[in-house]
């Protein structure tokens, strides 16, 4: 073939690839308001930036449906989101349902290794059916499926992964989910091992796709989400907000960005939000977006576990991870699903070189039949062993209530870098009217004793006689906190060279 031909080829081949599963299709998509795989890698990455790795990939195992399966249904390459180099595969709902095949098995492998080789973040968006039948089908079929970088994903946490859930997210899309440091689902997608219509006819039960793996299951109970959106625009939003928190590798910090305008400029106000009454409900994320830069709070999993808070901040322009006990829930007591919930992010920041902030206020963990039923001892200390862990600069404070083990695991008795109190707080092993109890065996049916009781079970339990003993490094005024924490982390966050 002359060079006229071989282009003509070329071009015919790359129309073909871009097409995708076609014009009705697409069209079909956008008349209900979807985007298709293209569009939403224009709108997520910056303009004019994606290379594609694989445009000429069609299936491996019938080349004969090559016609049928251009780019195998899953679209990979390069882009940049923020400026800065990211690895991405987009699933093509509309060539096979996107489903797992031997060669975009392979595409997915090697965006992973890429990234992780070459210190960049992966970001993938998920929307597919599960695995390619009859292409799995079979030891051979199998055999080639699971020989794949694809299938054999380990968590080093070199580099950040990111995954978003659109539509109908069965089989890998899910996987890719799990493993994410930042999963975010579109309200609408159905995030699930397998389809209700798999689950009907293996098991004779009849589910909807919401039960199976709706937004709601995933956000409040499994806790396998860190965010839900309602529109795909807000998706890629929090995606790039995310990112915008991390380094590009595990072997640098995260990037500084300007100090807004007016943050901290509310500390002033931090007595108002804290109740004097040690028994009366508040919300701590008001203190929190008080205390970090203006508008840099981004939470994560906030429907779950709901009476701690994991949020992404920044103080002076510097990423910081934030954990809190929130009264406003549980009186900020802390079940299993909080203690879970604190020990993925504790991870997360851990590997990506983000300090973390401690804001203490809770009467303990949960205790009775629900908490033992769902394991809340091994969670509890699985948090304590993830606090003995880090390995990034750790900072406690207390703002008011600290009781028995949980006063560990938030931070004293070692487990932080630093650890100072508010002037209202207080420390013990339990509420002292408990104390008053169980020490005297004296009720609110005998006042004088009872009061008297509670006095002695308070004896003890200031800042200061934390700070004598210099378990607490430093007793603060509630609204000078933002000045301290931005300081005694640039000292910790010092390195040696």
């Known amino acids: 073939m002359n060079h006229n031909d071989l282009l003509a080829e070329y071009e015919a081949r790359r129309a073909k690839a871009l097409a995708g599963g076609g014009a009705e299709k697409y069209a079909k ?68 349902g996107s489903s797992t095949s031997y060669t975009n098995s392979k595409k997915v492998g090697h965006m992973k290794r890429t990234a992780t080789e070459r210190g960049m973040p992966l970001v993938l968006l998920g929307e597919s059916t599960g695995a390619r039948l009859p292409d799995a089908m079979g030891g051979r079929g199998m055999g080639m499926l699971l020989g794949n970088d694809n299938t054999q994903f380990r968590r080093t946490r070199e580099t950040p992964m990111v995954a978003a859930a659109f539509g109908p997210a ?77 380094p590009n590798h595990h072997k640098e910090a995260p990037p500084d960005v300007p100090i807004p305008s007016g943050s901290g400029a509310e500390m002033d106000k931090v007595f108002g939000m804290l109740p004097e009454s040690r028994t009366q409900v508040y919300d701590m994320k008001r203190i929190i977006r008080c205390m970090v830069d203006k508008d840099s709070m981004f939470e994560l999993k906030p429907r779950f576990g709901k009476s701690a808070v994991t949020a992404l901040a920044r103080l002076g322009g510097k990423s910081v991870g934030i954990v809190a006990n929130n009264p ?32 203490v206020d809770t009467p303990g963990f949960q205790i009775g039949t629900e908490a033992e039923k769902a394991g809340a001892p091994g ?60 020490v005297f065996g004296v009720t609110e049916n005998e006042p004088e004793k009872y009061k008297e009781a509670i006095a002695k079970m308070t004896k003890g339990s200031t800042p200061y006689d934390m700070a004598a003993i210099y378990t607490a490094q430093n007793v603060i005024d509630p609204r000078d906190t933002r000045a301290y924490l931005k300081r005694t982390l640039d000292v910790h966050c010092l390195r040696l060279t």
């Open 328 to 359: 406003l829930h549980r009186g900020g007591a802390l079940d299993a699903d909080a203690c879970r919930k604190i020990v993925d992010f504790l991870v997360m920041c851990d590997s990506f070189n983000i300090p973390l902030v401690l804001l």
């Open 29 to 96: 998509r956008t008349a209900k308001g979807i985007l298709n795989a293209r569009e939403r890698i224009a709108k997520l990455v910056d303009a004019d930036s994606f290379i594609e790795s694989g445009l000429f990939g069609t299936s491996g195992v019938y080349p004969e449906q090559a016609d049928e399966t251009p780019t195998d249904g899953k679209i990979a390459g390069y882009a940049k989101i923020g400026g800065r180099d990211v690895a991405i595969v987009v699933n093509d709902f509309t060539v096979k």
């Open 170 to 246: 069965f089989g890998s899309s899910t996987w890719m989910m799990c493993l994410s440091d930042f999963a975010v689902m579109h309200k609408g997608a159905t995030v699930a091992v397998s389809s209700p219509g798999l689950v009907s006819m293996a098991l004779g039960e009849k589910v909807s796709a919401e039960d199976l793996g709706g937004w709601r299951l995933h956000s409040d109970i499994t806790g396998l989400v860190d965010q839900v959106v309602d529109t795909e625009e807000e998706v890629f939003g929090a995606i790039k907000k995310f990112l915008s928190y991390m």
């Open 379 to 438: 969670r509890i200390m699985n948090f304590m062993n993830a606090m003995t862990l880090l390995t990034v600069p750790h900072l406690s404070v207390i703002v008011r209530k600290s009781y028995g083990l949980a006063v560990s695991n938030m931070g004293a008795g070692g487990n932080c870098d630093e650890l100072c109190c508010w002037v209202t707080a207080e420390v013990s092993f339990m509420k002292p009217e408990f104390g008053a109890k169980v």
